[in-house]
């Protein structure tokens, strides 16, 4: 079992990721609240307890195994070096890392296994959008991936997303009614 934290657990991606811990039944120990000060002391529902939201920028990480950032770029630019600082494995979806050499970007459907421990260093990942992957890894149609990563795969312009084309998806850009 282990202690995680959300960090940005107030905002629209921070409910997303509070629900899914709970609905996928996460293994933790222990979990806590993050984020700013406004929402400091508010009470969010998770698993039939009561838990209070900390200051993110107040609060003491040390005994988290993993805080997952979703509160924004300038938050993760300060707050993930602390968190990592304290030991804790970041996992941060802005943009705050996206181009940093010395942070590993880690897509789960890519690069899956790649090795994450670093002293100090903010570990992230990308987000799933759930959106289809460029090649058939999948045919469940529930499967999280990742549309960052077609860029990787494919890094030219796309002019029409192949998603377009699919039936029942409606055409882009929209035409006017009529």
Do not use: H, Y
Not at 24 to 51: M, T
Not at 87 to 99: H, L, M, P
Not at 134 to 146: E, F
């Amino acid at each position: 079992m282990v202690s995680i934290g959300v960090v940005g657990a107030t905002g629209q991606v921070g409910q997303v990721m509070r629900t899914l811990l709970d609905e996928r039944d996460f293994p933790a120990e222990s979990v806590r609240f993050f984020a700013s000060a406004r929402s400091q002391g508010r009470k969010l529902a998770f698993r039939g307890q009561e838990i209070e939201v900390e200051d993110a920028t107040t609060a003491d990480p040390s005994g988290l195994d993993i805080a997952l950032f979703s509160a924004g770029a300038a938050m993760s630019r300060v707050q993930a070096p602390r968190f990592a600082a304290a030991g804790v494995t970041v996992i941060d979806n802005s943009s705050a890392w996206r181009k940093d050499p010395d942070v590993p970007l880690v897509v789960s459907e890519v690069n899956f296994e790649r090795d994450v421990r670093g002293a100090g260093a903010p570990r992230r990942a990308l987000s799933p959008t759930r959106t289809a992957p460029p090649w058939p890894r999948c045919r469940c149609s529930r499967c999280c991936t990742t549309r960052r990563s077609w860029s990787a795969w494919w890094p030219r312009p796309i002019k029409r997303s192949p998603a377009a084309a699919w039936p029942g998806w409606p055409s882009w850009p929209p035409r006017p009614a009529r």
